[in-house]
Structures are given as structure tokens and as C-alpha cells.
């Protein structure tokens, strides 16, 4: 991708007449898209002007608010510069809205145990998308119940989502801690057991490694050339500064704002052999959690990156070609985090209807627990399937006994059907489950 026409040589060239008519044009231009260079050079510029005319007087608007980002500095010494712009805001509000004071007025008008069961599986989910992303070969579906049943991964892609489950398990429980190197070299340890060699995981590159490149899967061609090795150690203490940055410096970059800086801090920095995107897609929660967006664990950025994969590389590319200018990725993830938003409120939405339907031919209600609930919501929409006791609790997040105990009820209640295999005991949905529910008097 071509870099954009520097501003300061553009300035600098530009007559005194020639400046105050793109003066006076920046104050009409409409810039909610925020588009980049890569896209502007090739439209047709209003007023007669020339591409480098016109994006002379889009820089000219955009400096007005743009902040420099001191302890992120480019290769070329230079902060990273944000522009926060309307549309940001925008964005900033409607997130905003959906989670006072951290908590998403939607979960409370649900099935009691729904945002329970949608947090573990919003982990799961963005272990096993962000694992898809990276490379793993995997069903969602078989990937979910791999990490329900506690199976050992038998392959390479199975690993890499075992690892990201245990990476996300471990952020949420460090949560309160403040981000540290031995902490960051520990998630990247998670992030890459028995995946690569073992003398590259759970530190930084050297000057004697092979600098490793943010290559786009689409292109089979380098999006990024990272900052040399010998500069690791110091950018990365500056990062974890900047993470770690007290409240009183939130008034100028929101939180979200900042967990997305962070994200795209350590990919630009790029300091490991592996696990670089996964890493840096796990400190986005990890910042987010840690300024008490407890919601976060509700939300799976990387099912939407995946969907669209060409927009995350883009973003990051014309941030690179734009002097910097990271706007591009934070306006990015923050239309990954509310399409995630958009996702989880389907979800809520379709578990009240689920339960509604179900109501409507049983009364069964009374009867069930809510962990049975989601179990028997579960059957009716994959006859055939199965359950263990570890499954039950991995997706509950309770007991071995408990799990035990609600899988035998609904067997004594004839609604599954028990097996032993080896030693442990399997409860198998039944193909005709939805007439035996029916019968079902509780």
C-alpha cells in the first residue's frame, strides 16, 4: 500500500493562496467516513483541486483534534496520532449506552442462568475465532465441545484453541492486576504451548531471531515490517505505561479507546516469534476488564474480525501509509465491538423466545432448574446429541456434582438417555426428545 503525501511537505509547498482557500474548504468537508489515502487518491477532488490538494485540506481539518500519543511512537520516532472524531464519539455513545456503569441492561431480563452460559461461551467463542484467524482448522461446533468435554487436543489447530480458552480463563482472573512483562510473557506462554518450539515461547525476539512480519493472508505479501528487535524491550515498557495509564488520564482517551490502542500497540511492536494477533487481541480484554468493562466478557471480537478479515489488515495497513494515524484501527474495532454488542443481543433475545415457545407446549417451568432449561433448550434444537457431567459443568460453570445430579434427574425423567462407556456415564439426547417432552408432566 502507498504512503500518503507527508503534510508537513505538503504545508510547506502549498501557496499562501492555495492554503487559505483548503482553510476555508476543511471547515465544509464532510470527513464522517474518515476515509484514507489509499482510497481518496484515486476519487475525483472537489473545487477543481488536485488528490494531494484535497488531502492537504483534510489534514489541515483533521490536525484541529488530532492528539498525539507519546508513549506509542512509530519507527520514526514519532507518536501515533488519533483523531477523535465525530463518528467515534458517536460509536463511543451507543456502546456507552448499552452498558451503564459496565453492566448490559439486557442481561438482567433474562433466563437466570442465559448470561452465565453466554459468558462461557462468549470465551469460547473468541478463543476459537481468534484461534481460526490465526490459522487453526476447525467447526465451531467441534471446536465448543472439545472445550466443554475437557478433550486433550489431538492436533495442532486443537492446541491453538485449547490455548486461547486458557488465555482468556487466565485474563479474566487477572482481571484486577495491573499489566506487567512477566504477566505479558506469561498470556503469550499460554497462548503458545506446545505449538512452537520451546526456546521461542514466553520471551521477546532478539537481534539474533529472524524478525517475524504481519503478512496478509489475502496477498501472501508483508503488511508490516515491525520496529527492529533491539527497540522491544523499551516500546513494550511503554505500552504497558500506557495500559496502565491511572484514571485521571481517561478524560482524554475513553477506555475503549485505549484497550483498542493496546491491541494495536503490541501488534505493531510484533515482539514474539508467534502468538503476536492473539496476544494482542487478549490484552484488549485484559485493559477493558481491568477498567471495569465487565461486559467485555460477554463479547467475541474476533467472530466479526474473522468475517471480515480483509477490513482488520486494511485498518492496520492505512494506519501504517497515513503518517501513523491509528484512527482508521480504533474506528474499526469500535464497529467490531458493536456489531459484538449487536450479536449478544440476538443471543438474549432468542433464549427469551426459546423459553417462551418451549413454555407454550410443556409446563415444564416449575420443574426444571434453569441449568436444565438450557439443557432441554438445547436438545430440542440437536436431537442425536450428547452430554457429560463435564460438558454440563464446563458451560454452567458449576460443580461436578451439580452436573451429575441435573443430567440424572432429566434421565430419570426418561427426556435423555444414559449410557456407560468406560467410566463415565453419557446422557444422549433422543431423536424423538421433543414428543417425550411433550408427555412430559413434571
Given at each position: 500500500?502507498?504512503?500518503?503525501?507527508?503534510?508537513?511537505?505538503?504545508?510547506?509547498?502549498?501557496?499562501?493562496?492555495?492554503?487559505?482557500?483548503?482553510?476555508?474548504?476543511?471547515?465544509?468537508?464532510?470527513?464522517?467516513?474518515?476515509?484514507p489515502?489509499a482510497?481518496?487518491?484515486?476519487?475525483?477532488?472537489?473545487?477543481?483541486?488536485?488528490?494531494?490538494?484535497?488531502?492537504?485540506?483534510?489534514q489541515?481539518?483533521?490536525?484541529?483534534?488530532?492528539?498525539?500519543?507519546?508513549?506509542?511512537?512509530?519507527?520514526?520516532?514519532?507518536?501515533?496520532?488519533?483523531?477523535?472524531?465525530?463518528r467515534?464519539?458517536?460509536?463511543?455513545?451507543?456502546?456507552?449506552?448499552?452498558?451503564?456503569?459496565?453492566?448490559?441492561?439486557?442481561?438482567?431480563?433474562?433466563?437466570?442462568?442465559?448470561?452465565?452460559?453466554?459468558?462461557?461461551?462468549?470465551?469460547m467463542e473468541?478463543?476459537?475465532?481468534?484461534?481460526?484467524?490465526?490459522?487453526?482448522?476447525?467447526?465451531?461446533?467441534?471446536?465448543?465441545?472439545?472445550?466443554?468435554?475437557?478433550?486433550?487436543?489431538l492436533?495442532?489447530?486443537?492446541?491453538?484453541?485449547?490455548?486461547?480458552y486458557?488465555?482468556?480463563?487466565?485474563?479474566?482472573?487477572w482481571?484486577?492486576?495491573?499489566?506487567?512483562?512477566?504477566?505479558?510473557?506469561?498470556?503469550?506462554?499460554?497462548?503458545?504451548?506446545?505449538?512452537?518450539?520451546?526456546?521461542?515461547?514466553?520471551?521477546?525476539?532478539?537481534?539474533?531471531?529472524?524478525r517475524?512480519?504481519?503478512?496478509?493472508?489475502?496477498?501472501?505479501?508483508?503488511?508490516?515490517?515491525?520496529?527492529?528487535?533491539?527497540?522491544?524491550?523499551?516500546?513494550?515498557?511503554?505500552?504497558?505505561?500506557?495500559?496502565?495509564?491511572?484514571?485521571?488520564?481517561?478524560?482524554?482517551?475513553?477506555?475503549?479507546?485505549?484497550?483498542?490502542?493496546?491491541?494495536?500497540?503490541?501488534?505493531?511492536?510484533?515482539?514474539?516469534?508467534?502468538?503476536?494477533?492473539?496476544?494482542?487481541?487478549?490484552?484488549?480484554?485484559?485493559v477493558?476488564?481491568?477498567?471495569?468493562?465487565?461486559?467485555?466478557?460477554?463479547?467475541?471480537i474476533?467472530?466479526?474480525?474473522?468475517?471480515?478479515?480483509?477490513?482488520?489488515?486494511?485498518?492496520?495497513?492505512?494506519?501504517?501509509?497515513?503518517?501513523?494515524?491509528?484512527?482508521?484501527?480504533?474506528?474499526?474495532?469500535?464497529?467490531v465491538?458493536?456489531?459484538?454488542?449487536?450479536?449478544?443481543?440476538?443471543?438474549?433475545?432468542?433464549?427469551?423466545?426459546?423459553?417462551?415457545?418451549?413454555?407454550?407446549?410443556?409446563?415444564?417451568?416449575?420443574?426444571?432448574?434453569?441449568?436444565?432449561?438450557?439443557?432441554?433448550?438445547?436438545?430440542?434444537?440437536?436431537p442425536?446429541?450428547?452430554?457429560?457431567?463435564?460438558?454440563?459443568q464446563t458451560?454452567?460453570?458449576?460443580?461436578?456434582?451439580?452436573?451429575?445430579?441435573d443430567?440424572?434427574?432429566?434421565?430419570?425423567?426418561?427426556?435423555?438417555?444414559?449410557?456407560?462407556?468406560?467410566?463415565?456415564?453419557?446422557?444422549?439426547?433422543?431423536?424423538?426428545?421433543i414428543?417425550?417432552?411433550k408427555?412430559?408432566?413434571?
Amino acid at each position: 500500500m502507498n504512503s500518503s503525501p507527508r503534510f508537513a511537505a505538503l504545508l510547506e509547498k502549498a501557496p499562501p493562496e492555495l492554503l487559505e482557500r483548503l482553510i476555508g474548504l476543511g471547515k465544509t468537508i464532510d470527513d464522517r467516513a474518515y476515509a484514507p489515502w489509499a482510497e481518496l487518491a484515486y476519487r475525483a477532488a472537489p473545487e477543481g483541486l488536485r488528490p494531494e490538494e484535497y488531502w492537504l485540506a483534510l489534514q489541515i481539518k483533521r490536525a484541529a483534534n488530532r492528539i498525539d500519543l507519546t508513549q506509542l511512537t512509530a519507527k520514526s520516532g514519532r507518536p501515533m496520532q488519533l483523531n477523535l472524531t465525530p463518528r467515534m464519539h458517536a460509536v463511543l455513545r451507543r456502546i456507552e449506552r448499552a452498558m451503564p456503569q459496565g453492566v448490559d441492561p439486557n442481561l438482567r431480563d433474562t433466563p437466570t442462568d442465559a448470561p452465565s452460559r453466554y459468558r462461557v461461551s462468549a470465551l469460547m467463542e473468541e478463543a476459537i475465532h481468534s484461534s481460526l484467524f490465526e490459522g487453526a482448522v476447525s467447526t465451531v461446533d467441534a471446536a465448543k465441545e472439545m472445550l466443554r468435554s475437557q478433550a486433550r487436543p489431538l492436533d495442532l489447530s486443537k492446541q491453538m484453541i485449547v490455548n486461547n480458552y486458557r488465555a482468556m480463563q487466565q485474563i479474566v482472573a487477572w482481571r484486577d492486576l495491573p499489566l506487567s512483562v512477566n504477566r505479558l510473557l506469561d498470556l503469550q506462554r499460554i497462548l503458545t504451548e506446545n505449538t512452537l518450539d520451546q526456546h521461542a515461547v514466553g520471551r521477546f525476539q532478539t537481534a539474533e531471531d529472524v524478525r517475524v512480519m504481519l503478512v496478509s493472508k489475502t496477498r501472501s505479501k508483508p503488511v508490516f515490517e515491525p520496529p527492529h528487535a533491539h527497540e522491544i524491550a523499551q516500546r513494550i515498557a511503554a505500552l504497558i505505561e500506557f495500559a496502565n495509564a491511572p484514571d485521571d488520564e481517561e478524560e482524554l482517551i475513553p477506555p475503549i479507546v485505549r484497550a483498542i490502542l493496546v491491541h494495536y500497540g503490541l501488534a505493531y511492536i510484533h515482539p514474539f516469534q508467534d502468538g503476536n494477533g492473539r496476544t494482542a487481541r487478549a490484552l484488549f480484554y485484559w485493559v477493558m476488564l481491568a477498567r471495569g468493562y465487565r461486559i467485555a466478557e460477554y463479547l467475541a471480537i474476533s467472530r466479526q474480525i474473522l468475517a471480515q478479515p480483509k477490513q482488520y489488515l486494511e485498518s492496520f495497513e492505512h494506519a501504517q501509509a497515513d503518517e501513523d494515524d491509528v484512527t482508521y484501527f480504533v474506528l474499526h474495532q469500535l464497529t467490531v465491538i458493536e456489531a459484538s454488542f449487536g450479536y449478544l443481543h440476538r443471543y438474549l433475545e432468542r433464549k427469551r423466545e426459546e423459553l417462551k415457545a418451549l413454555d407454550g407446549f410443556t409446563r415444564f417451568s416449575a420443574r426444571f432448574n434453569a441449568r436444565q432449561r438450557a439443557a432441554v433448550s438445547y436438545a430440542v434444537r440437536h436431537p442425536g446429541a450428547t452430554f457429560t457431567a463435564i460438558s454440563h459443568q464446563t458451560s454452567h460453570q458449576i460443580s461436578n456434582n451439580t452436573a451429575k445430579a441435573d443430567l440424572k434427574e432429566l434421565s430419570d425423567w426418561a427426556l435423555l438417555e444414559r449410557k456407560r462407556v468406560g467410566t463415565k456415564d453419557l446422557y444422549q439426547v433422543p431423536l424423538n426428545f421433543i414428543q417425550r417432552l411433550k408427555r412430559f408432566k413434571g
